[in-house]
């Protein structure tokens, strides 16, 4: 796709999870790797009402060179992307039920949501929740450098999810599928639901496992 293309379908996208309630206000972010830098979503942004020409356009080395100032997650962004060559495209957002699970005192830190159905485990897999950190703090990066090469997905605690995809379609139908799950999670909570066992998960994986 040309940068035109994918300036377009960010706007797209963006759209709708916001038209969906996945993400209020100016709350959340998107990227997109070009060959010699990024696509981002700026500062302070509806993602419901983004122009594709004021979209923000950083280097190779994170400079910004043009369009409106960027998000302040994009230490976030380019930290994951140092870890997941494959991966094409990241969004973050705050979907409410993501949200409640990144709140949770008693999550298992290395896999916040149990493997409820198949289709969560191709699209998202396991997902470790990031400690707290201000939103913008650049030392996320830090934090995500250790976990992002093997997980296309982490939690931020008290904060949202921030997933990676092949593409951005990708990226964004696995956040939908975190979210939805999330929900199923917390409606699940205290009847102890069947989960899929290690062999399902493990099959899978094997089969239809996201790079
Ligand atoms: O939670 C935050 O403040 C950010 O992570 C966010 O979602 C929106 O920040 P900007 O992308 O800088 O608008
Ligand atoms: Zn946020």
Known sequence: MNET?????ICTLAQSLFDRGLTMG??????????????MTPTNACLGRLDPARLTRLDAAGRH???DAPTKEYPLHTAMYAERPQSE???HLHSTHSVAVSCLPDIDTHDCI?????YYVMRVGTLPLIPYHEPGDPAIGDAVRG????????LLANHGPIVAGKN????VYATE????TAKLHLLLRGHNPRTLTEAQVASLQSNFGRP
């Open 147 to 154: 976990l992002a090469g093997r997980h296309a997905a982490v």
């Open 177 to 180: 599928e975190l979210e939805e």
């Open 26 to 39: 100016s709350s959340g972010n998107i990227s997109v790797r070009l060959n010699d830098g990024w696509l």
């Open 5 to 9: 293309a994918l300036r377009e379908q």
């Open 89 to 91: 495209a990241i969004v």
């Open 65 to 67: 060179i043009d369009g």
């Open 114 to 118: 149990p493997p409820l159905t198949a």
């Open 168 to 171: 951005l379609e990708a990226a």
